[in-house]
């Protein structure tokens, strides 16, 4: 019972301090960038660049921890790499320097959330449990960071980003260390073995294939709206300040949804949930449309609070009952990649472009349309669960 407890502490404070890392730097670079007087375009493509080569990695960083049988190995060695990326970023300068250093943290950090999520559901069924309530220490790390953290990085700009990032960085370093490791016994390894298929068979799961085109669809918007949070609080007179608390409220309204999403399973199957927060998560890019003033940014959280970690919660329990079990790591970031990295690409590209020759509200209409797409998918999934009466049981998710 006290290796337990230890285990859900530990991975609560995993979660802690990674979004701490991302409310002290992922949140702010554009805002960096921009002072160094990078044009939208061009901060567009770098970002862009960077995410192809965070989305290809996780595939090997998801199949080399299934290689391995474990995962913390593979988790300190990101988090090494990412903090030697961002310490090298400012000692170089102009755009085409500054692409090689991004790149190289890209390789490195997008896989890290996956990796926690996943390496906390298959560890056991007490972490398992507790999953969501765990994640949601994440948003309150989060929450708090970026409501304050917008004025010192006014202040200090990237000195404050750097040191954050480091200190935050070396917490999440020491607690993976200490954590027990996702290691499968030698006769479930000899089992899976004799059956082990090739990540590639993922390819010819249909169910598999639909789920990652909608999970990609909908996070279209929300991958606009964390990345260019900048722009779009400057549209309606905003600031780094704005936009931290806009961040903050944003996460903070997580936290409810996490902690109640045991339950909440109980009376609605999994797939009807990712139609749920799709709806939530399209209601949000299309708000914006309408918002005149920094206060309609606050606003636009409440839609983010719900849906977020509904989707989120959602597909990291889902996952595990579609894919085979030697590939659940690799199913995982490969979801990580379609939730994050794609859509990542596809807003950051063609939003930054967009936002340079015809203005911030054309990137809203396009988006908010091609998240509207993503209920197809999600749809299909929920007939076919009622078809084959194969929905995933609610008790094994009660937190």
């Known amino acids: 019972m006290k290796k337990q407890s230890t285990n859900i502490i530990f991975f609560g404070l ?12 992922n949140v702010f670079l554009v805002f960096y960038l921009e002072s160094l007087g990078i044009p939208s375009s061009h901060i567009g493509l770098l970002l862009t660049v960077g995410m192809i080569a965070g989305v290809t990695s996780q595939y090997f960083w998801g199949y080399l921890c299934d290689y391995l049988n474990g995962i913390k190995k593979v988790m300190a060695l990101c988090i090494i790499g990412a903090v030697a990326a961002v310490w090298t970023l400012p000692t170089v300068q102009g755009i085409k320097a500054i692409f090689p250093v991004y790149i190289a943290f890209m390789l490195f950090q997008p ?8 390496w906390t559901i298959q560890l056991n069924k007490s972490t398992r449990k507790n999953y969501s309530k765990l994640r949601s220490l994440g948003s309150l790390t989060f929450a708090v960071m970026s409501s304050f953290f917008g004025l010192l990085v006014e202040k200090y700009f990237f000195n404050a980003m750097s040191i954050a990032f480091t200190l935050f960085s070396i917490l999440l370093f020491t607690t993976v260390i200490l954590s027990e490791d996702l290691v499968k016994e030698k006769r479930i390894i000899i089992k899976e073995t004799k059956y082990k298929e090739s990540p590639l068979s993922l390819l010819k799961n249909i169910k598999f294939i639909v789920f990652l085109f909608g999970i990609m669809l909908i996070f279209i918007p929300n991958s606009f709206i964390s990345s260019y949070m900048f722009y779009i609080a400057r549209s309606v007179n905003g600031s780094a300040r704005e936009m931290g608390i806009t961040f903050g409220l944003a996460a903070i309204l997580e936290i409810p949804i996490f902690i109640m999403f045991g339950r909440i399973t109980k009376k609605v199957s999994v797939e009807k949930l990712l139609v749920i927060g799709s709806v939530f998560l399209v209601a949000r890019i299309f708000q914006l449309i309408f918002i005149k003033t920094p206060y309609g940014l606050y606003t636009n959280a409440l839609f983010h609070g719900i849906g977020f970690p509904i989707i989120i919660s959602s597909f990291r329990h889902y996952v595990p009952s579609i894919v085979p079990k030697h590939l659940i ?10 939730a994050g990295g794609i859509p990542y690409i596809m807003a950051t590209y063609f939003g930054g472009n967009i936002i340079q020759r015809y203005g911030i509200t054309h990137c809203y209409m396009l988006f908010s349309l091609l998240a509207s797409i993503a209920f197809i998918p999600f749809v299909y999934l929920n007939l076919t669960s009622l078809k084959n009466k194969n929905k995933i049981p ?3 998710f009660n937190g």
Do not use: E, K, N, R
């Open 14 to 25: 995993m979660q802690g301090f990674y979004w701490g890392t991302c409310a002290s730097f």
């Open 111 to 118: 896989v890290i959330p996956s990796l926690i999520d996943t």
């Open 329 to 338: 790591v690799t199913g995982q970031a490969i979801t990580g990649a379609f």
């Open 394 to 396: 609610a008790s094994q």
